[in-house]
T-cell receptor, first 115, second 114 residues
């Protein structure tokens, strides 16, 4: 099966600019996650969608970050305006809904550098 | 929420030796504990997982043990090989609002010296 797709793979922007990332989960996966992975740390969940609804966005800095999954498939994550500390890899992951599997499948990530 | 502590942060072993990475978690309701391997510049990939109704699980050279009472779990890699060199992350599944939210440890950089 095709894996989780993300684009772009790399992005360099100046602080105060805006940026958007795109994710296409594995076909049929109802749950989609956005993680932020700062260099040398584990992934930190930003937001979780189930179909097109938000399940958990408690760690999303809502003053500058936003995310949507309008049709319950693709998702976009936006940062506006970006800060230096937003430099990180942004990982998208998906998992099936229900059943007995909890495995999350990760995309290749988008490496963001804010200068 | 859940809090996961992982040790050590770096680990160097000679090829053929064993490697052990340990994690503790805080939420006694957590019931799923995966381990991910992340090679430089690549995505995290699941290598093994364990559920709270099992104390130990093994897959070839990799094994995971879980002590629910003490709230800790460990990854054991035997007969290490250079291709095992990577960053390993433990995680715990936090159950809330029907979600499968994973909380990750900070990672262990494993270096296998040929």
């Amino acid at each position: 099966e095709a894996g989780v797709a993300q684009s772009p793979r790399y992005k360099i922007i100046e602080k105060r600019q805006s940026v958007a990332f795109w994710c296409n989960p594995i076909s049929g996966h109802a749950t989609l996650y956005w993680y932020q992975q700062i260099l040398g740390q584990g992934p930190k969940l930003l937001i979780q969608f189930q179909n097109n609804g938000v399940v958990d966005d408690s760690q999303l800095p809502k003053d500058r970050f936003s995310a949507e999954r309008l049709k319950g498939v693709d998702s976009t994550l936006k940062i506006q305006p970006a800060k230096l500390e937003d430099s990180a890899v942004y990982l998208c992951a998906s998992s099936p809904l229900g059943g007995n599997t909890y495995e999350q499948y990760f995309g290749p990530g988008t490496r963001l550098t804010v200068t | 929420g859940e809090n996961v502590e992982q040790h050590p942060s770096t680990l160097s072993v000679q090829e053929g030796d064993s490697a052990v990475i340990k994690c503790t978690y805080s939420d006694s309701a957590s019931n799923y504990f995966p381990w991910y391997k992340q090679e430089l510049g690549k995505r995290p990939q699941l290598i093994i997982d364990i559920r709270s109704n099992v104390g130990e699980k093994k897959d070839q050279r990799i094994a995971v043990t879980l002590n629910k009472t003490a709230k800790h779990f460990s990854l054991h890699i035997t007969e290490t090989q250079p291709e095992d060199s990577a960053v390993y992350f433990c995680a715990a599944k936090y159950s809330g609002a029907g979600s499968y939210q994973l909380t990750f440890g900070k990672g262990t950089k494993l270096s296998v010296i040929p």
